[in-house]
């Protein structure tokens, strides 16, 4: 969808090249994180795409045609744009700036109000700001009018230069779980700087870690550049945390895990020593039509069934669908390394902290 | 003695500041002056505001072209009013073109530096972002930078508005002045007529009040934006 050949940035006045012979290619409907130190070119990579800043040389074409075959304004109508500051334009209404490209592109005024709203609804932002200045609105809100601008009029590719960087933690996290949601259904092809590897591993189906001098370092899915970093650079800049990052790609379905030292409500003493046993535990679990009802200690057992005992509540549950590290947060409050995994309304097993920690050294 | 009397003598010698039947009797002269001390500001800023515009245009599109147009707005600035009225007269004799082209001139070097101030200050990451959605160069200038400017330029047009006020009471020596005109000649008269001087000042004073909240008013409606802050 997008392809950059050979493409060289030298700014006027410095030695070495801001971006260096880099080839890149993005297929469509993925999202292509940039990712690198500062100085690696991964802001000026972006704004080759969209003429904002102009290759000394080489070639970059969108959907095979090369980006300089027309007017850059025509250009840019057709590629959305999200930078960091946002930009909005302070002087026009939060509906004036969604519908800025429709209106360059001379939609009539009927598409656009409808268009405004729908994108409000997508971007879960509330009708009445329509008529709203962006100064009236969080930054957060603002963010998401950038985004709803840069979607409106519906262009296949997205480029986005750092656009969660300036808002807190916590609308941050939410702004990128909103746009992971969205390209489940928009299938955009989506080029994403920033310089946040977390950032960069959670949203890109790809990342391109770039070293200062705008070479690649390595271009490869997030899985495997946590497993298989390309070299020291890669392994530094990924940071100490490398392995417990790959755990946040894994999630708990991924694993074997096991039922555990479980019996039925209705097996007997011995049974229920025997797995405990076999786990080399001195609890055990009870369970009654696949709900877990909760465990006792074995030297607790009376000579009925092992469902007539008084059960403590296990306190720590996980689902399938969490990453490992999120389980591997959960286990480790607990005394017996042990989280219980539940889809909330069946049993499914126990996941044990060495299970994890083999995930982590493979 | 009444010849050589001022003002403050006459005033002493018991004639009236405010002298109402006076007022009453010269309505009509009053009203004519005032009309023309409008006229005479309005196309003067009118006139320096469009051409203020269209300098500022052209330093914005050729950059080293805004040194020598601000040099030429001070020096003309700093040319004292009554030296200008005299350097036009030879031209354009005792002419209401005289004062317009001097009470333009001055309204220039004010305008065209609020305008580059106001479209400079419009913030680089708005520009960035109307060009990334596909602004044409004139579509930024236009639709972005000159709106986004219209505080500062309003601020210009104020100042000037209210410095043109002042100076049109200078061109009564030329034999037009509005209000002016009424100042002049209540000194002129033997012996001095101090309400006319009155009238002019006040009045002109007014005049500046209120062209000065009118552009306000102006400012307000033309940028809604400014008015709604933050939550």
Same mark, same amino acid.
């Given at each position: 969808?997008?392809?950059?050949?050979?493409?060289?940035?030298?700014?006027?006045?410095?030695?070495?090249?801001?971006?260096?012979?880099?080839?890149?290619?993005?297929?469509?409907?993925?999202?292509?994180?940039?990712?690198?130190?500062?100085?690696?070119?991964?802001?000026?990579?972006?704004?080759?795409?969209?003429?904002?800043?102009?290759?000394?040389?080489?070639?970059?074409?969108?959907?095979?045609?090369?980006?300089?075959?027309?007017?850059?304004?025509?250009?840019?109508?057709?590629?959305?744009?999200?930078?960091?500051?946002?930009?909005?334009?302070?002087?026009?209404?939060?509906?004036?700036?969604?519908?800025?490209?429709?209106?360059?592109?001379?939609?009539?005024?009927?598409?656009?109000?409808?268009?405004?709203?729908?994108?409000?609804?997508?971007?879960?932002?509330?009708?009445?700001?329509?008529?709203?200045?962006?100064?009236?609105?969080?930054?957060?809100?603002?963010? =998401? &009018? %950038?985004?709803?601008? @840069?979607?409106? !009029?519906? *262009?296949?590719? $997205? +480029?986005?230069?750092?656009?969660?960087?300036? #808002?807190?933690?916590?609308?941050?996290?939410?702004?990128?779980?909103?746009?992971?949601?969205?390209?489940?259904?928009?299938?955009?092809?989506?080029?994403?700087?920033?310089?946040?590897?977390?950032?960069?591993?959670?949203?890109?189906?790809?990342?391109?870690?770039? =070293? &200062? %001098?705008?070479?690649? @370092?390595?271009? !490869?899915? *997030?899985?495997? $550049? +946590?497993?298989?970093?390309?070299?020291?650079? #890669?392994?530094?800049?990924?940071?100490?945390?490398?392995?417990?990052?790959?755990?946040?790609?894994?999630?708990?379905?991924?694993?074997?895990?096991?039922?555990?030292?479980?019996?039925?409500?209705?097996?007997?003493?011995?049974?229920?020593?025997?797995?405990?046993?076999?786990?080399?535990?001195?609890?055990?679990?009870?369970?009654?039509?696949?709900? $877990?009802?909760?465990?006792?200690?074995?030297?607790?057992?009376?000579?009925?069934?092992?469902?007539?005992?008084?059960?403590?509540?296990?306190?720590?549950?996980?689902?399938?669908?969490?990453?490992?590290?999120?389980?591997?947060?959960?286990?480790?409050?607990?005394?017996?390394?042990?989280?219980?995994?539940?889809?909330?309304?069946?049993?499914?097993?126990?996941?044990?902290?060495?299970?994890?920690?083999?995930?982590?050294?493979? | 003695?009444?010849?050589?009397?001022?003002?403050?003598?006459?005033?002493?010698?018991?004639?009236?500041?405010?002298?109402?039947?006076?007022?009453?009797?010269?309505?009509?002269?009053?009203?004519?002056?005032?009309?023309?001390?409008?006229?005479?500001?309005?196309?003067?800023?009118?006139?320096?505001?469009?051409?203020?515009?269209?300098?500022?245009?052209?330093?914005?599109?050729?950059?080293?072209?805004?040194?020598?147009?601000?040099?030429?707005?001070?020096?003309?600035?700093?040319?004292?009013?009554?030296?200008?009225?005299?350097?036009?007269?030879?031209?354009?004799?005792?002419?209401?073109?005289?004062?317009?082209?001097?009470?333009?001139?001055?309204?220039?070097?004010?305008?065209?530096?609020?305008?580059?101030?106001?479209?400079?200050?419009?913030?680089?990451?708005?520009?960035?972002?109307?060009?990334?959605?596909?602004?044409?160069?004139?579509?930024?200038?236009?639709?972005?930078?000159?709106?986004?400017?219209?505080?500062?330029?309003?601020?210009?047009?104020?100042?000037?508005?209210?410095?043109?006020?002042?100076?049109?009471?200078?061109?009564?020596?030329?034999?037009?002045?509005?209000?002016?005109?009424?100042?002049?000649?209540?000194?002129?008269?033997?012996?001095?007529?101090?309400?006319?001087?009155?009238?002019?000042?006040?009045?002109?004073?007014?005049?500046?009040?209120?062209?000065?909240?009118?552009?306000?008013?102006?400012?307000?409606?033309?940028?809604?934006?400014?008015?709604?802050?933050?939550?």
């Amino acid at each position: 969808m997008i392809r950059l050949v050979d493409v060289t940035k030298r700014y006027p006045g410095t030695e070495s090249p801001a971006v260096d012979a880099l080839d890149l290619t993005i297929d469509e409907g993925e999202i292509v994180t940039l990712v690198g130190p500062s100085g690696c070119g991964k802001t000026t990579t972006l704004k080759m795409i969209n003429r904002i800043i102009e290759p000394t040389s080489g070639t970059i074409t969108v959907d095979g045609t090369d980006i300089t075959s027309r007017p850059a304004h025509e250009l840019r109508r057709g590629i959305g744009y999200v930078i960091q500051q946002i930009g909005l334009l302070p002087h026009k209404t939060i509906e004036d700036n969604v519908v800025t490209v429709p209106r360059l592109l001379g939609c009539d005024d009927d598409r656009m109000a409808d268009r405004a709203r729908e994108l409000m609804d997508l971007m879960d932002l509330d009708q009445s700001m329509l008529t709203r200045y962006p100064s009236e609105l969080s930054g957060g809100q603002r963010q =998401r &009018v %950038g985004v709803a601008r @840069a979607l409106a !009029a519906d *262009p296949p590719v $997205l +480029l986005m230069d750092e656009p969660f960087g300036a #808002v807190d933690p916590i609308v941050r996290r939410r702004l990128q779980e909103q746009l992971l949601a969205l390209q489940e259904d928009l299938q955009k092809t989506i080029v994403f700087v920033t310089h946040d590897i977390d950032e960069a591993i959670l949203l890109g189906d790809r990342v391109a870690l770039l =070293r &200062v %001098g705008g070479t690649l @370092a390595q271009y !490869a899915t *997030p899985t495997e $550049l +946590l497993s298989e970093p390309a070299d020291d650079f #890669v392994v530094d800049f990924l940071g100490e945390e490398r392995a417990l990052r790959r755990l946040s790609l894994l999630k708990v379905a991924d694993l074997d895990y096991e039922d555990g030292p479980v019996v039925d409500a209705d097996a007997d003493a011995d049974t229920a020593r025997a797995a405990a046993d076999k786990y080399d535990a001195n609890w055990v679990g009870v369970t009654d039509d696949g709900r $877990l009802r909760g465990w006792l200690w074995t030297s607790e057992l009376g000579s009925g069934p092992t469902g007539s005992n008084d059960t403590r509540d296990f306190r720590v549950w996980i689902r399938p669908d969490d990453s490992l590290r999120t389980a591997l947060d959960a286990i480790v409050s607990t005394q017996n390394n042990v989280a219980m995994v539940s889809d909330g309304e069946r049993f499914h097993g126990m996941l044990f902290v060495e299970q994890v920690t083999a995930e982590l050294l493979k | 003695m009444t010849g050589l009397a001022t003002p403050v003598e006459v005033l002493a010698q018991g004639a009236p500041l405010v002298d109402w039947a006076w007022i009453q009797r010269n309505t009509d002269l009053i009203w004519d002056q005032t009309v023309e001390h409008i006229v005479l500001t309005v196309v003067s800023v009118g006139l320096g505001l469009a051409l203020s515009l269209g300098l500022a245009l052209l330093a914005l599109r050729w950059d080293w072209l805004s040194g020598p147009i601000l040099a030429l707005g001070g020096i003309l600035y700093s040319v004292p009013s009554l030296a200008a009225f005299a350097l036009l007269v030879p031209f354009f004799g005792f002419t209401a073109t005289t004062a317009v082209i001097a009470l333009t001139t001055y309204t220039v070097l004010i305008l065209v530096r609020n305008i580059l101030i106001g479209v400079n200050g419009v913030p680089g990451d708005v520009i960035e972002a109307a060009r990334g959605q596909g602004y044409t160069e004139g579509q930024i200038l236009r639709g972005v930078k000159l709106p986004l400017a219209v505080p500062v330029i309003i601020a210009g047009v104020r100042v000037a508005t209210v410095t043109v006020i002042g100076l049109v009471t200078v061109t009564a020596l030329i034999g037009l002045g509005g209000l002016g005109g009424l100042i002049l000649t209540g000194f002129r008269l033997l012996p001095p007529l101090p309400v006319m001087i009155m009238v002019g000042t006040v009045l002109s004073v007014v005049l500046a009040v209120a062209f000065d909240l009118a552009l306000v008013g102006l400012q307000r409606l033309l940028t809604p934006w400014t008015r709604r802050a933050a939550d």
